[in-house]
C-alpha cells in the first residue's frame, strides 16, 4: 500500500506558540489531502479538505484563521496550528488519496491512505 | 450525510470468525460503504469497500443486504492484531469528486486469546 507520513508524531508546546504539522505521501502523489482531529475516547472529526495549489475547504465550525493548511506541492500538506492553546491540544491525523504513483498507472482504488498521527499537547 | 449504526463494542476469541454490523436504513444509490479500522495510537487503515455487490479482500470480507440498509464486515480468523476500533462509513459519489469521509463512533473489538 501507499505510505503516508506525518511528522513530529509529537509536539508539546507552551500556549501561544504555533506549531506545524506535516503530512507527506511518501511513494505517491495526492491533489487531495484531509486533515483530522481526534480527542481522548472519541472519533476522528473531519476539520478540512487540502487541495493542491488552492484554498483548503474547512468544515462548519472550524476557524481557517487557527488552523492553517498549505498544500504546495503533491506530496506535502502541511497544518499550522497558530496561537495553540490547551484546548488545542488533540491527535492531528491526516489522510491521502492517491492521484498517481511511480511507476503505476494511479487510478484510485477508492481508499483514503492514513497517517500515523500527530500528538499535540499545549501547555 | 447518511448515517451509519454500529455496536459500540464486540468480543470475539482469537482464531474465530467476527462479523461486525453496520445499519445504513438512509443510504442513498450513490453511497459507497467503507470499512476502516484504527489501532490505538495509529491512523485508520483502509479495509475494504463496496457499492451492492459482496467483496473479498486479503484482509476481510464485505457483505452487503440486497437492499443495502446493512451490511457486514467479516474477519474470517481473528488473531488478536484485529483489535482495533471499525469504522462503517458511507461515502456519497454524486458529484465524482467527493473523497472525504465522515467517521461515525464505531465499533470496538476486543480479541480474546
Known amino acids: 500500500g501507499a505510505v503516508v507520513s506525518q511528522h513530529p508524531s509529537r509536539v508539546i508546546c507552551k500556549s501561544g506558540t504555533s506549531v506545524k504539522i506535516e503530512c507527506r505521501s511518501l511513494?505517491?502523489?495526492?491533489?487531495?489531502m484531509f486533515w483530522y482531529r481526534q480527542f481522548p475516547k472519541q472519533s476522528l472529526m473531519l476539520m478540512a479538505t487540502s487541495n493542491e495549489g488552492s484554498k483548503a475547504t474547512y468544515e462548519q465550525g472550524v476557524e481557517k484563521d487557527k488552523f492553517l493548511i498549505n498544500h504546495a506541492s503533491l506530496t506535502l500538506s502541511t497544518l499550522t496550528v497558530t496561537s495553540a492553546h490547551p484546548e488545542d491540544s488533540s491527535f492531528y491525523i491526516c489522510?491521502?488519496?492517491?492521484?498517481?504513483?511511480?511507476?503505476?498507472?494511479?487510478?484510485?482504488?477508492?481508499?483514503?491512505?492514513f497517517g500515523e498521527g500527530s500528538r499535540l499537547t499545549v501547555l | 450525510d447518511a448515517k451509519t449504526t454500529q455496536p459500540n463494542s464486540m468480543e470475539s476469541n482469537e482464531e474465530e470468525p467476527v462479523h461486525l454490523p453496520c445499519n445504513h436504513s438512509?443510504?442513498?444509490?450513490?453511497?459507497?460503504i467503507h470499512w476502516y479500522r484504527q489501532l490505538p495510537s495509529q491512523g485508520p487503515e483502509y479495509v475494504i469497500h463496496g457499492l451492492t455487490s459482496n467483496v473479498n479482500n486479503r484482509m476481510a470480507s464485505l457483505a452487503i443486504a440486497e437492499d443495502r440498509k446493512s451490511s457486514t464486515l467479516i474477519l474470517h480468523r481473528a488473531t488478536l492484531r484485529d483489535a482495533a476500533v471499525y469504522y462503517c462509513?458511507?461515502?456519497?459519489?454524486?458529484?465524482?469528486?467527493?473523497?472525504?469521509?465522515?467517521f461515525g463512533k464505531g465499533t470496538l473489538l476486543t480479541v480474546n486469546p
Open positions: 489522510s491521502a488519496r492517491l492521484t498517481s504513483r511511480q511507476g503505476g498507472s494511479g487510478a484510485w482504488t477508492g481508499e483514503l491512505f
Open positions: 511513494d505517491f502523489q495526492a491533489t487531495t
Open positions: 462509513i458511507l461515502r456519497d459519489v454524486r458529484g465524482g469528486s467527493n473523497y472525504k469521509l465522515t
Open positions: 438512509t443510504i442513498s444509490g450513490t453511497d459507497y
